[in-house]
């Protein structure tokens, strides 16, 4: 069953359920009519279907490799990054001033997540780039700006980010890679980078480097890190890629998936690189790109459950075992198929609304609209990517023993999806920035989103007592949770903060499911499906989350070992 892209629920997600109508209402956005939307959307759809998905399997069975120090990519990702590029696709969301589109980031999400269906391998360096051109608007000089945005947006050059290092993964405070001024306003950095994502191609002209480094007079930790711009190839006087820089390509991973895709160890041997933003501040910077790509992130998760449903349904349709019928007729077939649909479109409508709250905090500069953005983006990116990991899963059951098989490519949507609950910030990371820094406030931005789903739910009992009734309870529970998890200590916070994350995702699932349904009445038996199976398992996660940390450091680790 060949990829589709989901136009029709973006369509209705949009105009019916995350309320997009108000970012087109703004001044800023203006020009995103329905009418645009729908144009660009559907384009977008076409590249997936027809130029990027038939090159899923292309990165699968011929991965990225090393040749005498340059990355040879898949066949056809070339002729597939150019279509990109030739369509605009980069830069959707990017200012007009430097040749972006301008268009709201709801926009971008969706467009980002068709295309991650389609071959999330390649759409991972668009994706990076995205994320340095936000970083650069916001914290590069005038000078950068006006020489690296324009190649950046028209996709000539391409961007990534450099963090990790050998002895420093999540702990990005402990990076030994430094930064020596040189005089003339560049900086010499040397140091080593690991988990370097599409650190090299052979089809852009040049690939600049995010990477953080200390500068001599650095503190320890991250309050001493600075970020540095470090091109593959230092532009000429006409901006053009020039001489070489010093650095390299060291090795490539080999990975469990995402093989079209080139992770990279890096090596900068005293490179020339241009400060981004203010010295010892290279974190807040990063994090622009950073924030970016974890809801980025969690729409790949979605993008990849999109097409793991389809491939999933395709062949319960076609299966036939057990009489004459296909096997879409056994009811546990039915119920994983029923799963799969229900909780992808619980994470598309939650990213969505992610995606919205950016849109109106940039629109407006409400600090209401900032503060719920903030609250989404760990819940989008960990819940997408935990239902990516979780539907694709369930998409190699359906196809049964063939999905263990590497032919049918059910397998590979594991394999290339479950990366994504890991980079970006691990998904317990995540969990944890939503449970401290998110609730600095005191869980204001919270209440204020609980509010809305039992407003919400108290409207839909008109039409739908029983969901409804379910859906006020669910955020009541949740609501008498993050009281108590803002009086716990941070130990404890932590202890229950992926299970905390989790039943928020749950009961805002439920709540898209609910509005869906009330829209229109052919979404109920959908909606049923998340409130009554999946909404319930918020209760016990939320019991997880009153237990603290205790229970969980009784066992010693000799306990574990044992």
Known sequence: ????????????????????????????????????????????????????????????????????????????????????????????????????????????????????????SLQLNPLMTQGQIEALEHHASDALKALYLPKLVSGEWCGTMNLTEPQAGSDVGALRTRAEPLGDGSYAVTGQKIYISWADNDFTGNVCHLVL???????????????????????????????????????????????????????????????LGAPHRGMAAMFTMMNNARLGVGV???????????????????????????????????????????????????????????????????AEWQARAALLTPIAKAYGTAMGVEVADLGVQVHGGTGFIEATGAAQYLRDVRVTAIYEGTNGIQAMDLVGRKMMDGGEAAFRLLQEVQDAAEVARHGLPDLAGDVWNAAEALWEATEALVAQGATDRNAGAVPYLR????????????????????????????????????????????????????????????
């Open 1 to 120: 069953m060949p990829y589709r892209a989901p136009l029709a629920d973006f369509r209705f997600l949009l105009s019916e359920v995350v309320g997009f109508a108000q970012v087109a209402a703004t001044e800023r956005f203006a020009e995103a009519t329905p009418e645009t939307v729908e144009a660009v959307l559907g384009e977008a759809g076409k590249l997936c279907e027809e130029v990027l998905a038939p090159l899923q399997r292309s990165g699968d069975i011929h991965p990225a490799r090393l040749e005498n120090g340059v990355v040879r990519t898949s066949p056809g990702f070339a002729e597939g990054y150019r279509a990109i590029v030739e369509g605009g696709w980069v830069s959707i969301a990017a200012s007009p001033d430097h040749g972006g589109m301008g268009l709201p980031m709801t926009v971008t999400t969706a467009v980002n997540e068709m295309m991650a269906s389609a071959c999330l």
């Open 213 to 275: 480094a200390r500068l001599p007079d650095g503190a320890p930790g991250t309050k001493g890190i600075s970020l540095f711009l470090v091109p593959k190839f230092l532009p000429d006087a006409e901006g053009n890629p020039g001489k070489r820089n010093s650095l390299s390509v060291v090795s490539l991973e080999h990975k469990m998936g995402l093989h079209g895709s080139p992770t990279a160890v890096m090596d900068y041997d005293g490179a020339v690189g241009w400060l």
């Open 300 to 366: 790949q998760g979605i993008g990849v459950a999109e097409a793991a449903t389809q491939a999933a349904l395709g062949y319960a349709l076609e299966r036939r075992q057990g009489g004459a019928g296909t096997i879409i007729e056994h009811p546990d077939v039915r119920r994983m198929l029923a799963v799969m649909k229900a909780e992808t479109f619980s994470a598309r409508a939650i990213a969505l609304a992610c995606a919205v709250a950016i849109d109106m905090a940039r629109a407006t500069g409400s």
């Open 503 to 562: 039943a928020f995702a749950r009961v805002l699932g439920a709540h898209y499911h609910l509005t869906a349904a009330a829209a229109d009445p052919a979404r109920l038996a959908l909606a049923r499906v998340a409130i009554r199976r999946l909404l319930p398992e918020h209760a016990a996660l939320l019991a997880q989350v009153r237990e603290g940390a205790e229970g969980l450091f009784a066992l010693s680790a000799e306990d574990l070992a044992a």
